[in-house]
Nanobody
Framework: QVQLVESGGGLVQPGGSLRLSCAAS????????MGWYRQAPGKQRELVAT???????NYLDSVKGRFTISRDSAKNTVSLQMNSLKRAEWAVYYC???????????????WGQGTQVTVSS
């Protein structure tokens, strides 16, 4: 079984920065995809950034230039550096991952428990 554990959320003022981290543990053969989503109160969960096995990153348009996703495949971790945060980005941020868990190609997909990011003065 694979588990994802996030850390790094908290309270930050508008214009401030936070760094989120997500560590995966369990039986992992290789990484297919890792990323971050967020869900604000009353809204649907939306993709913020992903970094697949190829390493080619993908960002929500509104965060381009401010957020940076990175991954350490050897440690099965993914991080999200968030700069110039806006009040509208107050949300619960979820780590997402898809892993191959054995040489036969079996996959696991799942979410972390979420970490709260509060942007407020």
């Amino acid at each position: 079984q694979v588990q994802l554990v996030e850390s790094g959320g908290g309270l930050v003022q508008p214009g401030g920065s936070l760094r989120l981290s997500c560590a995966a543990s369990g039986s992992i053969f290789s990484t297919n995809d890792m990323g971050w989503y967020r869900q604000a109160p009353g809204k649907q969960r939306e993709l913020v950034a992903t970094i697949p096995g190829s390493g080619r990153t993908n960002y929500l348009d509104s965060v381009k230039g401010r957020f940076t996703i990175s991954r350490d495949s050897a440690k099965n971790t993914v991080s999200l550096q968030m700069n110039s945060l806006k009040r509208a980005e107050w949300a619960v941020y979820y780590c997402y991952a898809a892993f191959q868990i054995d040489p036969d190609g079996s996959t696991w997909r799942g979410w972390g428990q979420g970490t709260q990011v509060t942007v407020s003065s």
